[in-house]
């Protein structure tokens, strides 16, 4: 079965400091994986995803197929970084997504 | 529409109660989903259509549980004879992608949820 972890449920870092969110998958197939965001008060939206190798917003994130992993990395956090991340991981053709149960960062001044 | 919206933002319910949350995907898109998420916890999967046919209904948890999309854009969630377990979050997301091919494109679009607490 397809599963998602992300070991810390909260990570604290201070301003300008470098921050990497852990996240580690299981499946057997060939994954999709992607970065989720939720901000305070707002919906659930897609940050980034592994596929299309893009820097959102200052991050970044690489698939690791030998460590079945997904971190995601940005140098120097910001304030507006404070929210609740989750790895998603979708089969390969297939439309279930499965998350992981999410970091929660805040970013200190 | 300008997003996926669901109704009501909230709901209590008496246990042993039936509800029904409702779901609008953003306009055009075919694949729309239902997800359950308990307190400090991540989205957990329940069901999954591509326009109105249900491809995928493994995440629901009983058989209390039931979702339709009839004509293929609003869908609803129903849960009958309600349970205190059944209290959480209930997510919808919608995508443009009709699926199995991968496109660059693909990602969900949530909505703001429906908080349900059974008493």
């Known amino acids: 079965a397809q599963r998602v972890t992300q070991p810390e449920k909260l990570l604290s870092v201070f301003k300008g400091a470098p921050v990497e969110l852990k996240c580690n998958y299981s499946?057997?197939?060939?994954?999709?994986l992607f970065w989720y965001v939720q901000y305070s008060r707002q919906r659930l939206q897609l940050l980034l995803r592994h596929i299309s190798r893009e820097s959102i917003k200052g991050f970044t994130a690489d698939l690791n197929k030998g460590e079945t992993s997904f971190h995601l990395k940005k140098p120097f956090a910001q304030e507006e970084d404070s929210a609740m991340y989750y790895c998603?991981?979708?089969?390969?053709?297939?439309?279930?997504?499965?998350f992981g149960p999410g970091t929660r960062l805040s970013v200190l001044p | 529409g300008a997003g996926v919206s669901q109704s009501p933002r909230y709901k209590v319910a008496k246990r042993g109660q039936d509800v029904a949350l409702r779901c609008d995907p953003i306009s055009g898109h075919v694949s729309l989903f239902w997800y359950q998420q308990a307190l400090g916890q991540g989205p957990e999967f329940l069901t999954y259509f591509q326009n109105e046919a249900q491809l995928d209904k493994s995440g629901l948890p009983s058989d209390r549980f039931f979702a339709e999309r009839p004509e293929g854009s609003v869908s609803t969630l129903k849960i009958q004879r309600t349970q205190q377990e059944d209290s959480a979050v209930y997510l919808c997301a919608s995508s443009l992608s009709r699926g199995p091919i991968r496109t660059t494109n693909e990602k969900l679009f949530f909505g703001s949820g429906t908080q349900l607490s059974v008493l």
């Open positions: 499946y057997s197939g060939s994954p999709e």
């Open positions: 998603a991981l979708r089969r390969n053709y297939g439309q279930n997504f499965v």
